[in-house]
């Protein structure tokens, strides 16, 4: 089965003039100095394998995907960047956390 892209709850109307917003494009990206990330070490739901995850990103899903994979080829290894979250496979918080310091977003390690 196919996803359906209308998260926003509506099934059907009369209106000929009604305009679906999709919520990428009305989510404006912050400039990173006003960034607050913070950076976790998981291993839950991952089959025993640990996974850095960076949440607290607010912008557009292609800002999302090139911060993604501009830490993924910093690290040298693979990961995702999906619903607000940056998946890096491994431990690479201090990396990660370096990294982003230096392209100017604030950060915190955060969780265990």
């Known amino acids: 089965m196919s996803k359906n892209k209308n998260t926003n ?10 305009k679906i917003e999709d919520e990428d494009e009305l989510q404006e990206t912050l ?11 998981e291993k839950n739901h ?7 995850v960076i949440k607290g990103f607010i912008g557009s899903e ?5 911060l993604g994979k501009t830490l993924k080829q910093k690290c040298g290894t693979g990961g995702t960047a999906k ?8 431990d690479h ?16 390690k955060a969780g265990s």
């Open 46 to 52: 991952r089959g025993g394998k640990t996974a850095t």
């Open 62 to 66: 292609k800002d999302l995907d090139d």
């Open 93 to 108: 918080r201090d990396k990660i956390f370096d990294l982003l310091m230096k392209m100017g977003y604030k950060g915190k």
């Open 83 to 90: 619903d607000g979250e940056i998946i890096i496979q491994g």
């Open 9 to 18: 709850g509506l099934v059907y109307s009369t209106n000929p003039n009604l």
């Open 31 to 41: 400039p990173p100095s006003q960034q607050d990330l913070r950076i976790w070490l």
